[in-house]
């Protein structure tokens, strides 16, 4: 029988060399590191002695789904490693899913990404906060994107909390997300859910399991609509509880080996943008928005409420890809405690919201040019109609443009209306004192 307080920890790590940091900095922060199950599915090389001359010690091996599992014991925490090669691996939901193959009705269950930092007495402290909510729902969850940190020799971790908050959808249909700093005293209602970051009861592994077909985008939407649907209700923490390391440029990415060229020679299947065009299709199908939807099995919304109320609680209608203005307003609401009285009214009180950030090369266009009076920055349609404009000099430069580097600039272009303006392409153009308009710099929306 499981202690009261054991926790289940679901790993998903591709090539990470963060992984084993990770497992060490949790273990040895936990107040009862042998309440701890954690499973990790591991898409690297297949090397056990990774992890054996890390201070890990191999209690057994033997295989799980074909692959082999190494069950390994580290300060008296029980670490098990699923392990693939990276080649064989089907993309983050899968390998989580993998993971919570290895559940065994743990009290508790906390999903986390291999790079992460955590802080002392981590397990206390998220049972203590989880529980404070059991009076104001049955399933609470805890979820947020963590601060982040920097490893190394001095580690520099953030200071501040935060809640998801909506961003945009993408040309798919995708919504993303991003994170919002508070301060209170308490969690947080959120409709939100980050992937990198979930902590709730056990039965959440069994209720609202990672759908493997998932590929990366669209991960977090769709489980945070079946965690709704499924009767769980998510709160962002007020307390920090663990640091995430988020830029990882030098680090593998699955995009990056699943590739055209690994695909034609042999090396895998799929390439990873076909994995990511099924996963799409399955996100939308999920809620409602894909004319020929797919068949998801048994990953699919829950019974306990509607998906309808979920894009009410949140302010957003996926079908017309719109949010309500408070959404992007100044408080940036994620979660509305009433519900609409009437839908038709709703709806009509839904905006589009546009948003995109493009990368422009310094030999297409300087934005550090110093004889420019000022740039247009403009935004059409198909038919040429122009649908945003936006006249930009140096008072107001850092509201649109950053430089990242010497050769290259971020363009940031924000814009709502009240039914879609289907915007089709940018055109940049500066003025100049001495001689006016400049040559115009067309770019993709």
């Known amino acids: 029988m499981q202690p009261v307080s054991s926790i289940f920890v679901s790993i998903a790590s591709y090539r990470d060399p963060e992984l084993i940091p990770t497992l060490h900095d949790m273990i040895n922060t936990a107040q009862q590191p042998e309440n701890l199950n954690i499973a990790v599915f591991w898409q690297n090389d297949n090397d056990i002695n990774a992890f054996l ?4 010690q191999l209690i057994e091996s033997s295989t799980h789904l074909g692959f082999p599992l190494y069950q390994l014991e580290y300060n008296q925490a029980c670490i098990w490693i699923l392990s693939v090669h990276y080649y064989e691996s089907k993309g983050a939901c899968w390998a989580r899913h993998m993971a919570e193959g290895l559940f065994q009705n743990e009290a508790y269950f906390l999903q986390i990404d291999s790079h992460c930092r955590f802080i002392q007495h981590w397990d206390h402290e998220m049972v203590t906060m989880l529980n404070s909510l059991r009076d104001k729902s049955p399933k609470p969850v805890l979820s947020s994107y963590p601060p982040g940190y920097e490893p190394g020799e001095n580690e520099h971790r953030k200071d501040y909390v935060s809640r998801l908050i909506f961003h945009s959808f993408t040309p798919e249909g995708m919504v993303r997300m991003m994170s919002m700093p508070f301060t209170e005293t308490a969690p947080v209602r959120c409709g939100y859910l980050a992937a990198g970051f979930i902590f709730s009861d056990g ?26 649907t499924h009767g769980y209700d998510t709160y962002a923490p007020h307390k920090i509880l663990l640091w995430h390391f988020y830029t990882r440029k030098e680090h593998s990415k699955v995009w990056s080996d699943h590739n055209d060229a690994a695909k034609k020679s042999g090396a895998v299947d799929l390439a990873w943008w076909e994995r990511d065009k099924i996963a799409k299709k399955r996100v939308r199908t999920l809620l409602n928005t894909e004319q020929e939807g797919s068949d998801l099995g048994c990953y699919t919304l829950g019974t306990q409420r509607s998906l309808q109320e979920f894009e009410y609680r949140i302010g957003v209608n996926f079908k017309k ?9 100044v408080n940036k609401v994620s979660y509305f405690a009433d519900l609409p009285s009437v839908h038709q009214q709703w709806l009509e009180s839904l905006i589009i919201v546009n948003k995109k950030t493009l990368k422009v090369e310094k030999d297409e266009v300087d934005f550090t040019r110093e004889d420019v009076e000022w740039w247009h920055l403009g935004v059409y349609n198909p038919q040429n109609v122009q649908v945003m404009v936006e006249q930009v000099d140096m008072n107001n430069m850092k509201k649109f443009i950053n430089q990242i580097d010497d050769s290259t600039f971020e363009l940031n272009l924000a814009f709502n209306t009240e039914t879609d303006s289907n915007p089709h392409s940018i055109r940049i153009c500066p003025y100049i004192r001495s001689q006016g308009w400049g040559d115009v710099v067309e770019k993709c929306w």
Request: aromatic share 10%; proline share 5%; hydrophobic share 50%.
């Open 203 to 228: 039965s959440f592994v069994r209720d609202v399991a990672n759908d493997p077909d998932i590929f990366f985008m669209g991960e977090e939407i769709a489980m945070a609509a079946r965690t709704f």
């Open 53 to 56: 001359n890390q201070g890990m």
């Open 321 to 329: 890809r719109a949010a309500h203005p408070d959404v992007v307003g």
